[in-house]
T-cell receptor, first 111, second 113 residues
Framework: GNSVTQMEGPVTLSEEAFLTINCTYT??????LFWYVQYPGEGLQLLLK?????DKGSNKGFEATYRKETTSFHLEKGSVQVSDSAVYFC??????????FGTGTSLTVIP | DSGVTQTPKHLITATGQRVTLRCSPR?????VYWYQQSLDQGLQFLIQ???????AKGNILERFSAQQFPDLHSELNLSSLELGDSALYFC????????????FGAGTRLSVL
């Protein structure tokens, strides 16, 4: 089957700290992988994506690399800001065009 | 602003009732997706429509149904509501059918009392 597993939160970091949010997936075929971010009171926004193995998605200082050998798509940022406080969702879309989301990881960045 | 519009923003109703949630996709997008987000289940894909036709189905209950109209807006109908149906319901849209980036609306918060 298809599924996405991401590290449980909440995660609390100080400003300028290094961020890693782990995400692993199970999928048939060749899925595309995504990170979405949800700010309080808003819908999900696409943060970055990767469509094939070894692709690196990047946006706003966040990066994630599609690792087929480890079925992972970990999200990283070198120096977080208070404005990065949000819930982050890892997701995949399979060849059947079905979207699967992880449970979300809440990040709070304190000054 | 994603360009996806959902109404209403909040809905409060009683058990056993029926409600309709509405979604207008981004201009030019043909696909519409519905999701349910609850505290215990996370974000669950419910159903997808493409240009008026149902194309993918997820964990959608039989009490729930959806449709997409010729002007491409979509409605999600929830009937015989139960307390456990209280959740945020998101609509998303994308240009095409397969592996397209989805743009999400701000959601409709449904409270069943």
């Amino acid at each position: 089957g298809n599924s996405v597993t991401q590290m449980e939160g909440p995660v609390t970091l100080s400003e300028e700290a290094f961020l890693t949010i782990n995400c692993t997936y199970t999928a048939t075929g060749y899925p595309s992988l995504f990170w979405y971010v949800q700010y309080p009171g808003e819908g999900l926004q696409l943060l970055l994506k990767a469509t094939k193995a070894d692709d690196k998605g990047s946006n706003k200082g966040f990066e994630a690399t599609y690792r087929k050998e480890t079925t992972s798509f970990h999200l990283e940022k070198g120096s977080v800001q208070v404005s990065d406080s949000a819930v982050y969702f890892c997701a995949l879309i399979n060849t059947g065009n079905q979207f699967y989301f992880g449970t979300g990881t809440s990040l709070t960045v304190i000054p | 602003d994603s360009g996806v519009t959902q109404t209403p923003k909040h809905l409060i109703t009683a058990t056993g009732q029926r409600v309709t949630l509405r979604c207008s996709p981004r201009s030019g997008d043909l696909s519409v997706y519905w999701y349910q987000q609850s505290l215990d289940q996370g974000l669950q894909f419910l159903i997808q429509y493409y240009n008026g036709e149902e194309r993918a189905k997820g964990n959608i209950l039989e009490r729930f149904s959806a449709q997409q109209f010729p002007d491409l807006h979509s409605e999600l109908n929830l009937s015989s509501l139960e307390l456990g149906d209280s959740a945020l319901y998101f609509c998303a849209s994308s240009v095409g059918l397969v592996k397209n980036i989805q743009y999400f609306g701000a959601g409709t918060r449904l409270s069943v009392l």
